[in-house]
């Protein structure tokens, strides 16, 4: 039978006894070593403040505007503690508005909501609706009832947006980039191969909104709130949307299967 080493025969029960054995000294550096990091990591980040604490980290990923709580104005050590929903000024954050973006589409001005009521609404609510908007409601008039009305708040009720001449792309780096759009943004609507849904077939002559690039990025711009189709102002630059609209160019004369029936004005030779 090995050794016993120091037993301690006061510590003894029903003839068990206490073994005063010295603890592996493996266990006993990691134990120093955590004491020290303590220290250290309580000097770094709650003493002197040299690295943020992962809340902060946190926060200035969901919003980039976010200052941390010595820089806010506020002692309140808790202050970053707080879901990425929370801004201190009440603005709209990064995160906010990608989630916002990803389930209701752009954000639209009031007046293109209400312009959207007037149009849906009938009877008692429209005429309320008339009496609290008129200028709405002229802009409605004067438009037609099948006008595109621009997601930018309206200077002026009665105001018509200019058509930006634009070229379009060739270089396949900026087709392949409109096509990752389409893609993303597109075929839920138009179809994998613009062949239509929901939305127009996009490879026929005949268009809705014109068939020339500029006519076309026109309506990716301002959209058809009437048709369902949002604006994309907002959601993709200029220059995505040029790429999508070049895209939407090398559509035509596809012929995909299953299309859908023409729709619009056959487009000019």
């Not at 220290?39 to 919003?63: K, T």
């Not at 909104?209 to 959209?223: F, L």
């Amino acid at each position: 039978m090995s050794k016993k080493k120091d037993v301690l025969l006061d510590h003894d029960y029903d003839g068990i006894h206490e073994l005063d054995n010295d603890l592996p000294p493996w266990w006993l550096y990691l134990f120093y070593f955590s004491i020290v990091f303590a220290i250290v990591y309580m000097l770094d980040y709650h003493v002197f403040h040299i690295s943020g604490l992962s809340a902060e980290e946190y926060q200035m990923e969901v919003n980039p505007n976010w200052k941390p709580a010595e820089q806010a104005g506020t002692n309140n050590p808790f202050h970053f503690y707080h879901t990425p929903w929370h801004t201190d000024n009440e603005e709209v954050t990064p995160y906010i508005q990608k989630k916002y973006l990803a389930y209701n589409g752009p954000l639209n001005s009031s007046e293109v909501l209400i312009v959207e009521a007037m149009r849906r609404s009938d009877g008692e609510t429209l005429e309320k609706l008339k009496d609290a908007f008129p200028k709405m409601w002229d802009y409605l008039q004067r438009s037609g009832a099948n006008a595109s009305i621009p997601s930018a708040p309206l200077a002026s009720a009665a105001a018509e947006e200019e058509i930006e001449e634009i070229e379009a792309l060739t270089d396949a780096t900026d087709i392949n980039s409109g096509h990752e759009i389409f893609v993303k943004n597109c075929v839920s609507c138009h179809g994998v191969q613009g062949q239509g849904g929901i939305g127009p077939n996009l490879t026929d002559d005949y268009w809705l909104h014109g068939s020339d690039i500029s006519h076309i990025a026109h309506t990716i711009t301002t959209g058809v709130p009437s048709k369902g189709m949002i604006t994309w102002r907002g959601v993709l630059s200029k220059k995505q949307i040029q790429q999508v609209a070049s895209f939407i160019m090398t559509l035509h004369g596809t012929n995909p299967p299953n299309a859908k029936a023409p729709q619009g004005t056959l487009a000019a030779e």
